[in-house]
């Protein structure tokens, strides 16, 4: 059996479609399928479609979700699970029909992998979204080892719409359900730790239905970054190189400033470096709307959005949990949906 999770809170414009597309799944006969929706207390119409969808589909269960944060939607759905094979799927996303039977026999076939994902397919629902769906998806926005920008099958750090063996639970334990955001990333330095790999099937493929607005995207990144400073303190852990380089250009931008102000011609220097990193947005700006002008520089236009956004979290971390030694406040809990 492969149980699928989906943690959910306020979705009634894509619930229907995310578990449609589930049951629409092909697998070979002797798989049998479940589907978990932990709704966090929704206060729009998606109970009312559930109920619809729960009618339609008799293996499809849901769970209510007190605290509506999504690690505990998460261990929820684990704990209720009754699959040999866990599936973690959002609720604004669409996977291929070959995704479930892709992922659990990449997880059968290759033994040393025990978390497996799809290349990520932006659905835009407004130009906004489409810009910065193929700002996410460049190497200049989020890194080229980063999963939204893999197009070819691969070991990576972290993947989205993950599945997992519900053993390697038993080896790792669940998501840590005080994290907001990155709880993913800390249970895959976990997973990792304990000798397992992550591995994302280019053959399988996930729809995912992009942020529309440039301010929930800033505060989607800033809490990224800033939860990842609080996961890295937690575990004594470095961050890799990639996710430090929003950091430093953010010092840079302050440090840059100051500095231009009490040296004499440094501002030359400032200067240069703004303007290379602007020739940088705007080529791959380019390049991510196939040369189209317009949409070219809105594109470019999001690339100091999501390394500012995440950059100044990520300060903003070291500040809280490193000089100051506070706790996570609660604006960085909020939902940025």
Not at 19 to 28: C, E, M, P, T, W
Not at 44 to 51: R, S, Y
Request: hydrophobic share 40%; net charge positive; aromatic share 12%.
């Amino acid at each position: 059996m492969i149980s699928v999770v989906i943690p959910c809170r306020n979705e009634e414009k894509h619930i229907a479609n995310c578990v449609d597309a589930i049951y629409q799944s092909k697998f070979d006969s002797q798989t049998e399928l479940e589907v978990l929706v932990v709704d966090g207390l929704s206060d729009d119409g998606t109970l009312e479609v559930l109920k619809t969808l729960c009618k339609k589909y008799p293996t499809l269960r849901v769970i209510k979700n007190e605290k509506q944060v999504a690690p505990v939607a998460f261990n929820l759905g684990i704990q209720e699970s009754q699959g040999e094979f866990v599936q973690i799927v959002g609720a604004r996303q669409i996977i291929s029909e070959n995704y479930l039977e892709g992922a659990k026999r990449t997880l059968v076939e290759m033994e040393d992998v025990w978390c497996v994902g799809g290349a990520v397919e932006n659905i835009y629902e407004n130009d906004a979204s489409l810009f910065i769906g193929l700002a996410m998806a460049s190497p200049f926005g989020v890194g080229g080892s980063n999963f939204r920008a893999l197009k070819k099958s691969t070991y990576t750090d972290t993947i989205g719409t993950p599945m997992y063996r519900k053993s390697t639970f038993d080896k790792i334990g669940l998501f840590d359900d005080s994290l907001v955001r990155n709880q993913d990333d800390e249970l895959n330095y976990r997973l990792t730790k304990a000798g397992g790999k992550i591995y994302l099937n280019a053959d399988i493929l996930i729809k995912y239905y992009v942020r529309a607005s440039f301010g929930k995207l800033f505060r989607q990144y800033f809490q990224y970054g800033y939860w990842k400073v609080f996961v890295g303190k937690k575990h004594k852990a470095f961050t890799n190189i990639r996710q430090l380089i929003p950091l430093i250009f953010v010092l840079g931008l302050i440090f840059g400033a100051v500095l231009s102000l009490i040296i004499p011609n440094f501002w030359y220097l400032y200067t240069l470096g703004l303007a290379l990193y602007t020739m940088g947005a705007l080529m791959f700006g380019m390049k991510a709307a196939k040369q189209d002008a317009g949409k070219g520089f809105n594109v470019a236009i999001v690339f100091p959005v999501l390394h500012i956004s995440y950059g100044w979290g990520y300060l903003r971390g070291i500040i809280d949990f490193f000089i100051l030694q506070k706790n996570p406040n609660e604006k960085s809990k909020a939902l940025t949906r």
